[in-house]
């Protein structure tokens, strides 16, 4: 067994869905390759924009921050990044402090911004509280929020998060599984703003399947948080991830047909579910909102904060 | 616990995803209900319909006709019913005779057509073959081409096949998962028909869950099939199947979702991705056909028939 592409025989990973063999170097190659592949198809940047990276440590965002910093070092592009601390006692730190390290080495200004000190309420006081809502559903709507405030302060023409294949099939399944129209609409690998005040997102890592993600920072010594939120087995994505990694063996292309099915019918989706952006705002936070509460002001008024 | 409709205390049957539980009866008449509900909402039938029962004798298709039967009695379709003898050693023929007893009992016009006959193989024979493409991919298209010529031959309006909610659910999971957009284009309640020659199908029991179903044939103490297919644990369907009822446990609304979902994207789909059928013929058998050959010709042309 040799390297499908250099002969080298110190292969380190089999690609199921290709039958590529490859060797480290062959390997890193084609995951930056393929992700600048998906940068060009889906015109995820132009010239000049300054990107603001989601960084939470963890592999995906870490991976997306060093592909994303070739763009800079060849002035295509400017960086800056921002984590944010949900308050998650014995977890979030070790991510924090490797997202700085990394922002520290590459020279990419990055800002910690804490929910506490934001919303003045912790996820893991959130999860204290009776009658919660289930953390992943409080935790989505405040990172968002947050990180879309803080796009606008730093100037950031657009916003990057580490969403890979499994991320984003998981969440086109979970929808088609909810009948939940309007949220698949907004999948995909850039998320058109859909106020003025929201930046533009994109997923550079869309199409890298996590565990390739896994093996990249492995391969490259990139320092990750690789500990798992301890609250993400409640969730509903975690049954789906299951069954999708489970139908992956038989099938290894599935999670590569689910997402060029969903691409295929997504222009059909926003023709006939065209949605008018409201120009409301919130009438607590002053967000832009369709209804009186954005949806994070919702929660903090239910959670009593 | 007693009855939710009726008071009775001999219940039968509680209702997951309504929470209602149900004496005989009420169980019953709630499946013909709903039914009938499809059936109008969808606008499945006209008055004046000669409906064709696709009637393997299993419990989806007995369930068919006993249902259509009652706008039969009421003079408002007129019912034929056709058996298709695949050639399956050990399991076809108990059907058969199934079949023809219900189609006796109801004074319904009733033929049984055999792949062998029709086509010179046997779903049996077919399965002997080597590099054989699956066992539901045969049965599929060559029981299609054979109920649309006996509907032709019969003067049939319409054609009503047994799909239960999980079969319809299968088979838009399957296809979002494949991403197969021009298929998903051809489900729902009532497929259009794609050239002249075709008739119109229709699914009465789209939105009764199959254990519903087998419920209701034990309730009527009506005579069916219940052996499952030999062929059938080798698809792709199985394993979707499998997945889509562990799904089910915790979250018993999910096959209503899905469907619901499937429903409001269907005709984005059809605007997106209208399909010009092609006034073609196939060479060999003269059926419509978009290609040279349809479907079950290029089949046979395979199998060296």
Redesign the interface.
Known sequence: MECSKCGNPQIIYKQEQSGQILCKDCFINSIEKKVIKTIKKEKLLNKGDKVLVALSGGKDSVTTLEILNTFRERNIIDLCAVTVDEGIANYRQEGIDIAKRHAQRLGIPHKVISLKDEHGISLDEIMKKPNHKGSCSYCGVFRRTIINKAAREMNATKIATGHNLDDEVQA??M???????NN?GKLGAKTESQAEEFTIKIKPLREIPEREIGLYVVAKDLEVHFNSCPYATQS?RG?ISE?IN??NE??PT?KY??????D??K???N???KQEYSKNRCKRCGEPSSNELCKACTFLKELGV
């Open positions: 086109i399944i929808n088609y599984l909810e009948g939940n129209i698949l509903f049954e069954i489970q139908l038989n099938h599935i047909s689910t997402l060029r099915g969903y295929k019918i222009p059909a989706f023709k006939e579910f």
